[in-house]
């Protein structure tokens, strides 16, 4: 006659079944089980969890995969454990296969789930703009921090520079919540315009694709070009979806640009106004910002179009250029992940690591005490070199390089400043 041994744990009627003889055993197995329990809660207690909330689906996928990569990496260098705690690392989807980008809801979502975790001290990305205005005020007004590696629109912070309301909007509990490692549009755009002068561009078609990070950068190059003196012959907005923009492009000819901006990303079709400018026969360079700065741009418009005349800006230096720690970084990330490191994967690098540092000092789980502590660093010594946040949560870097696509990828010409 088989018999049962029961107990609750949390709540829960747990029966282990014996036979007649063996309750020395089957005692034994029950207190092994228990500890192994005990254990686990344990674990699940004082474990820290970092999340990372960037485009994994469509064709940013390369260039996040580098970001998450970084992250990846920073944890393992301290061993996945600070202050005697366990650190988990969780990779979570911001995009949707019907957008195949970022999308609002998915962004909303992970924001409210990252919330409703209370092991989660701190929320890595988003990488776009657009999905930093969703998630950034839900997660502020749970006091949760939040580091992107890649949204560079001012508005996210900065006074002035933003449409009405920014950066109140994303700050509803008064306190500054959102940090960013990568430096913000008002220093790329400007610099854009200025090496524009200095290649010798003088008359200038802006384009863009209508969404926060685009448009963006577009008009603050578009405002730049009128101070320096450039002569700008058009500024017109494109549909992201359109299959392609032959109309567009004999538009653009018929106006003589030496030089055509594109205020967009890769997965904006990029590389798809690209191939249609040369092929309408518009013999003009073409300068992009950051948003391209990925060899998935140049696999979307085709090299043969791109080389030699498309010149991207990206707020670094590459990272094969990185010096000190920045070459640490670089050589651990090849030896690891055997590919190179994508643009932002540096950014994506010290944003987890100021995380860890945080942690680190505050020495136990707490929101607002890691908060606080990330609030506070100063002279941070990064893969991207010494950097502080300043009181908006801006980095403090303005390191900007230029590059051009040159036999299928990019190559550095020089660092670019502001006008």
């Not at 990372?52 to 995969?65: E, K, V």
């Not at 309301?165 to 790329?188: C, K, L, N, W």
């Amino acid at each position: 006659m088989q018999r049962f041994f029961s107990f609750r744990r949390q709540g829960q009627k747990v029966r282990f079944p014996h036979r007649e003889g063996t309750i020395i055993r089957r005692g034994a197995a029950i207190i092994a089980f228990l500890a192994c329990i005990g254990s686990s809660s344990a674990f699940a207690q004082d474990s820290i969890t970092i999340v990372s909330s960037l485009p994994r689906t469509g064709s940013a996928n390369a260039q996040t995969t580098s970001i998450v990569n970084g992250i990846r990496l920073a944890i393992d260098e301290i061993g996945g454990i600070v202050a005697g705690m366990p650190i988990r690392f969780e990779d979570w989807d911001d995009a949707s296969p019907e957008r195949g980008a970022w999308d609002p809801v998915v962004e909303g979502a992970n924001a409210d789930k990252a919330i409703s975790d209370p092991s989660v001290v701190a929320y890595i990305g988003p990488y776009n703009s657009g999905a930093a205005k969703i998630s950034s005020p839900k997660l502020n007004r749970a006091g949760l921090a939040q580091i992107s590696p890649g949204a560079s629109w001012p508005g996210l912070t900065k006074e002035g520079l933003g449409g009405p309301g920014e950066p109140r909007m994303y700050r509803p509990s008064g306190t500054v919540t959102f940090f960013r490692t990568v430096p913000a549009d008002d220093i790329q755009g400007p610099a854009g315009a200025q090496w524009a002068k200095d290649l010798g561009k003088r008359r200038v078609f802006i384009l863009h694709d209508r969404e926060l990070y685009g448009k963006g950068i577009a008009d603050i190059f578009n405002k730049t070009a009128a101070a320096i003196g450039l002569e700008v012959v058009g500024f017109e907005g494109i549909d992201a979806k359109a299959a392609n923009y032959k109309a567009l492009a004999n538009k653009i000819r018929a106006t003589r640009p030496s030089l055509v901006y594109f205020g967009g990303t890769t997965q904006s079709n990029a590389g798809q106004v690209a191939k249609d400018l040369r092929t309408a026969g518009v013999d003009a360079a073409f300068m992009v910002p950051d948003g391209c700065f990925e060899q998935a741009f140049i696999s979307a418009a085709g090299a043969e179009q791109l080389n030699d005349r498309t010149y991207v800006t990206f707020s670094g230096l590459p990272p094969r250029l990185l010096t000190g720690k920045g070459k640490e970084f670089y050589e651990a990330y090849k030896a690891k992940f055997a590919s190179e490191p994508e643009g932002y994967a540096v950014y994506g690098y010290d944003a987890a690591g100021v995380v860890l540092k945080a942690i680190a000092k505050v020495g136990k789980r707490d929101r607002a005490a890691i908060l606080a502590a990330l609030r506070e660093t100063k002279e941070y010594q990064g893969a991207l070199g010494t950097w502080s946040f300043d009181a908006n949560g801006d980095t403090t870097l303005e390191v900007l390089s230029g590059n051009i696509v040159r036999n299928g990828v990019f190559e550095f010409l020089s660092e670019l400043k502001k006008p």
